[in-house]
């Protein structure tokens, strides 16, 4: 069994950055796609950004496309989200999500959070306007 453990959440303001990362506790990490997820006061959980096993491979929503980015180093068990130019609808409850994957599936970063099987606790993240 993984434990996922997030850190790097914060207040921050409109248009500043903030790095999030995702340690796993144990097992082969390169056994699993990475996901990020977050969840909005009164609202669902939604797909953020997912990465293949090897990093050569990465899925993000519509609304962070272009501002987030995904790095994962399978050496330290951690995977990264870089946050930049913060909106406050990025104000939510960022979790990581591990994904224990395959031979081609593996490739594919998921978008579908019934398809990873471990979670962290999750971390705040709140944006200023």
């Known amino acids: 069994q993984v434990q996922l453990v997030e850190s790097g959440g914060g207040l921050v303001q409109t248009g500043d950055s903030l790095e999030l990362s995702c340690a796993a506790s144990?097992?082969?990490?390169?056994?699993?796609?990475m996901g990020w997820f977050r969840q909005a006061p009164g609202k669902e959980l939604v797909f953020v950004g997912s990465?293949?096993?090897?990093?050569?491979?990465?899925n993000y929503a519509d609304s962070v496309k272009g501002r987030f980015t995904l790095s994962r180093d399978n050496a330290k068990n951690t995977v990264t989200l870089q946050m930049d130019s913060l909106k406050p609808e990025d104000t939510a409850v960022y979790y990581c999500?591990?994904?224990?994957?395959?031979?081609?599936?593996?490739?594919?970063?998921?978008?579908?959070?019934?398809?990873?099987?471990?979670w962290g606790q999750g971390t705040q993240v709140t944006v200023s306007s």
């Open positions: 999500a591990a994904d224990h994957c395959s031979g081609y599936a593996c490739n594919v970063p998921s978008i579908a959070r019934y398809n990873y099987d471990y």
């Open positions: 144990e097992g082969t990490f390169s056994q699993y796609v």
């Open positions: 990465i293949s096993w090897s990093g050569s491979s990465s």
